[in-house]
């Protein structure tokens, strides 16, 4: 038996946020749910015909959303700690924008809490297999 889709969620409406809005369309994933600043939502939203918005970076109303299986976390770099451990919490999976956390102290903390978790967690890394990245590797 197939599983459901997955219906995504996402926080942030800033620059990155519409970019993970076109791939989860292009991907045919849902996106059921976002916030973010009020002017960003609303454009977001309407582009993307998402039905649940949240203004003001509710992101604890988007996370608590029953209709949301995976959240995608756009917002400012200062942000990302405190609502991945909220997804991970909530016992979703979780898409979250590079620099995981502040410090090494906090990454150490969501890899924790994402390996018991048993939810998938991601962090994207889009740029290491660029060319220029590979050569700087080598």
């Known amino acids: 038996m197939t599983p459901p889709p997955l219906r995504a969620g996402l926080i942030g409406t800033g620059f990155i ?3 993970h809005a ?3 369309a292009r991907l045919g994933v849902e996106l ?3 916030c973010g600043s009020s002017r960003g939502i ?3 939203s309407k582009r993307f015909s998402v039905r649940e918005t949240y203004a003001d970076y509710d992101h604890q109303a988007l996370i608590d959303s029953t209709a949301v299986d995976v ?3 756009t ?3 200062r942000c990302h700690f405190a609502q991945a451990m909220a997804v991970i919490g909530a016992g979703k999976h979780c898409v979250c924008e590079k620099p995981l956390a502040m410090t090494t102290r906090e990454t150490a903390a969501i890899a924790r ?5 048993g939810r998938v967690f991601a962090v994207n890394y ?3 297999f660029y060319p220029a990245v590979l050569k700087l590797r080598r």
């Open 113 to 117: 809490a994402a390996r018991r978790s």
């Open 126 to 128: 889009n740029v290491r």
């Open 75 to 77: 917002s400012p770099n």
């Open 71 to 73: 959240v995608h976390i």
């Open 32 to 34: 059921v749910a976002a």
């Open 42 to 44: 609303d454009a977001l």
């Open 22 to 24: 076109e791939a989860l």
């Open 17 to 19: 946020g519409p970019v």
